[in-house]
């Protein structure tokens, strides 16, 4: 994973602590789909496809909302399978107690498109539309310099509230792409 996609390989390095790395799998990650966990941002900014023991399924149906995803009540995830990209790279602000993603995004060019992919910020993992397009054509931090997530539908609690994650998905954003180039 660390040669063919450094991105996802230094985004499982943020996960928790060693005892949760080791312990955690990426098939319950994403089964689980923690509107705050990484994996999600990950496969789906990468435009990964997950193989179940009856169907693939893209990574843009599977993560359907909070806690939520497209799987059968006994549907197994097998694999997962991942476009490698040409640039790639994931930021996140992450709780400092347990890891957890206050935000985190992932910024991916490659054969899957230009996708940028939030976690944290949401009830679920989300694309960004307008950042998206805006980096088709400049991928570069500058090109998204001005683009905005709306506050309003965003999670609030102790550690952020709406307002703050829309920023932080901006400053994220730009830096996962300054990181990629
Ligand atoms: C202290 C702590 C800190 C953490 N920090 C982070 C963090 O920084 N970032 C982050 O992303 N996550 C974090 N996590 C979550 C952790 O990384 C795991 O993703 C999470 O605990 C799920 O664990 P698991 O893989 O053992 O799945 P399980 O707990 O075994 O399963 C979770 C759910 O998925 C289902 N499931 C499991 N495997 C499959 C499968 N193959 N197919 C279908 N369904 C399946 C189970 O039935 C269950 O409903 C943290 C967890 C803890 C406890």
Request: proline share 6%; no cysteine.
């Amino acid at each position: 994973m660390k040669k063919q996609i450094p991105a996802l390989a230094a985004l499982a390095e943020s996960i928790g602590d060693p005892q949760v790395r080791n312990r955690g799998t990426i098939g319950g990650s994403i089964a689980n789909n923690d509107p705050a966990a990484d994996y999600p941002a990950g496969l789906l900014g990468l435009g990964a496809t997950i193989k179940t023991d009856r169907r693939e399924i893209a990574a843009d149906a599977f993560f359907t909302g909070m806690f939520e995803t497209a799987l059968e009540d006994d549907e197994i995830v097998t694999s997962v399978s991942i476009p490698v990209p040409k640039k790639a790279s994931y930021a996140k602000f992450p709780n400092p107690a347990s890891r957890y993603a206050i935000v985190g995004v992932m910024v991916a060019q490659g054969p899957a498109g230009t996708r940028v992919a939030v976690t944290g910020a949401g009830p679920g993992v989300f694309r960004v539309a307008e950042m998206e397009k805006a980096l088709e054509s400049n991928f570069s931090a500058n090109a998204i310099e001005g683009i905005s997530v709306p506050a309003s539908g965003l999670n609030a609690d102790m550690h952020a509230s709406a307002d703050y994650r829309a920023h932080l998905v901006g400053v994220m954003a730009r830096r996962a792409v300054t990181a990629a180039s």
